[in-house]
């Protein structure tokens, strides 16, 4: 729970030692609802009392350090993607926020395009080329794969367009397919309204 300004200055401390701390799935908006609170608290206090003096100093560091905590975790988030990327292989980090794991997708597509383009030859780009294609109907059960990837069977509701999953294959997804994805990506599309988890019955 983000309770006081303090609460807010520790993550950030923590994010400054370049560790991607765990924080509650919905950290930032508990810390926006303090700051107006106090922001409203403070509205309410004679001009330059003790009070309205403490109050601003405390307004002034958590906003402060939320901002820059907000900054050192994409900081991190990126230096991640850059990292996997260029290795080829997407990490699965739980301690990223919705947010932030899907700025690690992004940035990890595209430096892996980009160094496709630039620096890959041409049988790396053919030897890759199989990765694209999602079976509308699947057949694999929910479970475990091999790389202790966890999967979830779900239907799409609405089109897709292409985005790499947690176990660095390319999905492209229309509406009423029906496909076996990594959990992670799967619980976002739940999250979004864009997919549906189908229970299957052993």
């Given at each position: 729970?983000?309770?006081?300004?303090?609460?807010?200055?520790?993550?950030?401390?923590?994010?400054?030692?370049?560790?991607?701390?765990?924080?509650?799935?919905?950290?930032?908006?508990?810390?926006?609802?303090?700051?107006?609170?106090?922001?409203?608290?403070?509205?309410?206090?004679?001009?330059?009392?003790?009070?309205?003096?403490?109050?601003?100093?405390?307004?002034?560091?958590?906003?402060?350090?939320?901002?820059?905590?907000?900054?050192?975790?994409?900081?991190?988030?990126?230096?991640?993607?850059?990292?996997?990327?260029?290795?080829?292989?997407?990490?699965?980090?739980?301690?990223?926020?919705?947010?932030?794991?899907?700025?690690?997708?992004?940035v990890y597509e595209a430096i892996r395009k980009a160094k496709e383009s630039s620096i890959e030859f041409k049988k790396d780009?053919?030897?890759?080329?199989?990765?694209?294609?999602?079976?509308?109907?699947?057949?694999?059960?929910?479970?475990?794969?091999?790389?202790?990837?966890?999967?979830?069977?779900?239907?799409?509701?609405?089109?897709?367009?292409?985005?790499?999953?947690?176990?660095?294959?390319?999905?492209?997804?229309?509406?009423?397919?029906?496909?076996?994805?990594?959990?992670?990506?799967?619980?976002?599309?739940?999250?979004?309204?864009?997919?549906?988890?189908?229970?299957?019955k052993g």
């Open positions: 729970m983000v309770e006081s300004p303090s609460d807010i200055v520790e993550a950030m401390r923590v994010s400054k030692t370049g560790v991607l701390g765990e924080l509650e799935r919905d950290f930032y908006e508990q810390a926006r609802k303090l700051i107006e609170n106090l922001e409203d608290t403070f509205s309410t206090l004679e001009a330059n009392s003790r009070e309205a003096i403490r109050l601003s100093d405390q307004l002034r560091t958590a906003k402060k350090s939320l901002s820059n905590l907000f900054r050192n975790r994409m900081l991190i988030v990126c230096k991640l993607a850059v990292k996997d990327a260029t290795q080829g292989r997407m990490g699965d980090y739980s301690n990223m926020l919705e947010i932030e794991r899907e700025t690690y997708e992004r780009a053919e030897d890759k080329g199989g990765e694209k294609k999602v079976v509308k109907k699947s057949k694999v059960v929910e479970g475990v794969s091999t790389n202790n990837i966890k999967y979830v069977v779900v239907r799409v509701l609405r089109d897709i367009p292409t985005f790499l999953g947690g176990d660095g294959l390319s999905y492209t997804l229309k509406a009423e397919d029906v496909a076996t994805l990594p959990r992670s990506n799967a619980e976002v599309l739940m999250k979004k309204g864009i997919a549906m988890q189908i229970e299957l």
